[in-house]
T-cell receptor, first 116, second 113 residues
């Protein structure tokens, strides 16, 4: 079974500073990778996804992520954060080869807190 | 506007009562999913359905039931057998292509008193 590890449960950062949220996954086979953002008491919104091709993926709100197959990682980065980026961020993986409804396996989330 | 709606936003029930959470989508998506979210545990899959009149158990299906009588609707019933039902419940849907993304509804927060 797939597993996703987000080692940092909370990341505090000052506004306009860069940030990296870490994500590692367990599978060595081909996978699809996703980052979602969740604002308080809301659903999840897709930030970006990696399906194939270029390992650097750009998403919404200035976020980007880099797929590293050898390290089974998909870290999320933003060069300069804004107070409005304060939210919880979830990394997720889908194994397209399972045929099981393209289920997503989620990490436990990283709470990003941007401070003035 | 196309999207996924979940109602109600907040739901309170007494212990021992069954409760049904609504999920409706007008995106013409084939697959629908129910997740449970608890603090510090991420999202865990309860049930999913890839086609009308068919559904499969996810990782934590015990104490829950679903139906899929219409393409646009996938209600979740939290039964009295669910030992710890207080949580935030999220519904999602996607088209059936292998690369298609899951889109999420706004969620229902269930509190069992």
């Amino acid at each position: 079974a797939q597993s996703v590890t987000q080692l940092d449960s909370q990341v505090p950062v000052f506004e306009e500073a860069p940030v990296e949220l870490r994500c590692n996954y367990s599978s060595s086979v081909s996978v699809y990778l996703f980052w979602y953002v969740q604002y308080p008491n809301q659903g999840l919104q897709l930030l970006l996804k990696y399906l194939s091709g270029s390992t650097l993926v750009k998403g919404i709100n200035g976020f980007e992520a880099e797929f590293n197959k050898s390290q089974t990682s998909f870290h999320l980065r933003k060069p300069s954060v804004h107070i409005s980026d304060t939210a919880e961020y979830f990394c997720a993986v889908s194994d397209p080869g399972t045929g099981g409804g393209n289920k997503l396996t989620f990490g436990t989330g990283t709470q990003l807190k941007v401070e003035l | 506007d196309g999207g996924i709606t979940q109602s109600p936003k907040y739901l309170f029930r007494k212990e021992g009562q069954n409760v049904t959470l609504s999920c409706e989508q007008n995106l013409n998506h084939d697959a629908m999913y129910w997740y449970r979210q608890d603090p510090g545990q991420g999202l865990r899959l309860i049930y999913y359905s890839q086609i009308v009149n068919d559904f499969q158990k996810g990782d934590i299906a015990e104490g829950y039931s679903v139906s899929r009588e219409k393409k646009e609707s996938f209600p979740l019933t939290v039964t009295s057998a669910q030992k710890n039902p207080t949580a935030f419940y999220l519904c999602a849907s996607r088209r059936q292509g292998a690369t298609d993304t899951q889109y999420f509804g706004p969620g229902t927060r269930l509190t069992v008193l």
